[in-house]
């Protein structure tokens, strides 16, 4: 099975070799390219991958097809987040221990039963590497899983390797709230705000830092990144995260549509629909008057579309929906939290007693305090809520800095 695996994967190089270098050199090709100083870290070790499929390489070859192929690595142990290893499993759904079929090695939930590795699970590996790519917000659950791999890393002494990626909203925008200690979660699992313009090699070094978190840790950087860079930037191609992620878009919009879902639970995020995260709608919205009342805040990077849908399955199927798709013109303008608060003290303005706000302990989960769910009960502007966490955002701006990695 690994010649076979082997013998696609030189297939797709070859395929693939005509084809444009991008900006930025991904962890991953960096530490498979020759001469690699990083692969003294896996010399002698047998190695367990973290990952899904949003690991690939820079020509979007899957890392742990590339990791079982290379004779210079000794893979022995998947581990699978949300997802799963092969991205088959629905958002939520509880992922089982397995076998890869392509690979054949042992696949070990993290999101099942458990979200840690456990001793058993973790006594046939010397070393993790991860390779997740996150979509810069705390809600998606991929830094979580590395944080629960990095407390199981610090209790059975197993040193792990970050193969590094880019931020896609950049590393210089921040929004949201700092979640307080009392409402961490799986959405929310370090001190850090709903957007926190890291990649996740400087996350694993900023959780390691703030939970002192005390595992051996080491991150392969990537080439060419700078923090002024959004995706489309990289010169990447993006390939899917997770079921409602299919594109760089809704990497973008992620924040902006599925904070309002979340916290006001008669809107629709387009979830179930062709457009997940592109559409913001209700059944009492009228898009066109929305769409007018948004597009004249000349709100930075986007556009507002007045849309109608009919999600195919979720909470709304069936229902006939309306409301705005969020067009996005400058990745580098566009702030997503700011573009939802604006949407929802819009949508009271228009329809002040059909803007229901969800339970506070699930909205506190989300925001990561109870103050800012006060504030969404009270009606609060954006500026009000902005200049609510502001303070924690200037904190938290100048406690991450000895965790960047990239000017």
Known sequence: ??????????????????????????????????????????????????????????????????LAADERVNLVRLYAPEHGIRGDVPAGDHVGDERDAATGLPVTSLYGKSRRPSAEALA?????LLDLQDVGSRTYTYISTMGEVMRACAEHGKPLVVLDRPNPLGGLLFEGPVIEAEWYNFIGWGPVPISHGMTMGEVARYFRSELGIDCELHVVPMRGWQREMTWGDTGLEWTITSPHIPHILQAH?????????????????????TMPFELIGAEFIDGTALARELNALALPGIRFQPATFRPFYGKFAGK????????LTDPGRYRPLH???????????????????GEEAYLARHWGNVATVELLRAGASAEKMEQAWAGSLLKFSERRKGSLLYE
């Not at 013998?7 to 962890?27: I, K, M, R, Y």
């Open 124 to 128: 046939d590996v010397d070393l993790l």
């Open 253 to 273: 919009l992620y924040i902006t549509t599925g904070m309002l879902a979340a916290s006001f639970p008669v809107l629709s995020d387009g979830v179930g629909s």
């Open 320 to 327: 006939g929906l309306s409301g705005v798709r969020l067009r």
């Open 339 to 357: 573009t939802g608060l604006q949407i929802q003290a819009t949508l009271r303005r228009l329809y002040p007693e059909a803007l229901t706000v």
């Open 1 to 66: 099975m690994r010649r076979l695996v082997a013998a696609l994967f030189a297939c797709c190089l070859t395929l693939s070799a005509q084809a444009e270098s991008p900006a930025v050199t991904l962890g991953i090709d960096v530490l498979l390219e020759q001469g690699s100083e990083h692969l003294a870290l896996l010399e002698g070790k047998r190695v367990g991958l973290v990952t899904n499929p949003s690991g690939v390489d820079g020509q979007l070859v899957p890392s742990v097809d590339r």
